[in-house]
């Protein structure tokens, strides 16, 4: 295969494929894949019971490594400049077609360097405050933002990342204005601890 593989955030059609090739069994060697993302996010744990399965299933040894930075594009960038063998996979959110509206300039080409090979997951998005902010409802979370703009902050993922432009989208809707207060790469699972912290 000329082109790279990337693994969206079923299992369905990725032997198949590379069976299909005129090419020697698949796979013969460990695989990688690659995670954008910090370790204990949404996206890693997929990678990592996905890789548990495939390598019960393919009796190889199936690596996750985690490559975080710049909203995803870092690790994206780490799999398309890799050998277009099949052995280095990319397991992103959607993001990676987010990105090229956010990014000027991207080091890599998303329709041409890559392949999409399946859609593995769904998650819902949800909104958790402090239990001692004053709000109790959605509804009186945006009036209380209302009347103190841009003193309270939330957490998100990476910038960029679908939570994030999910949160900004609500907040431009709802017409209120909160400040993003978890800056970088964080791990989601600690988000929750950093926000709506306000005054």
Known sequence: MTRRLLWTVTFLSLFTAFQAQAQPPWPSKPLRIIVPFAPGSLTDVAARAMAAELAGQFKQQVLVENRTGAGGTIGTEAVARAAPDGYTLLLSDNSFTISPGLFAKLPYDPAKDFVHVSQIAEAPSMMVARLQLPAKTLKELV????????????????????????????????????ERGCVGEETNSRQPERTSGGT
């Open 143 to 178: 009036g209380l933002a209302r009347t103190k703009p841009g003193q309270f902050t939330f957490g998100s993922g990476g910038q960029g990342s679908s939570a994030h432009l999910a949160m900004e989208l609500f907040l431009n809707v709802a017409g209120v204005k909160l």
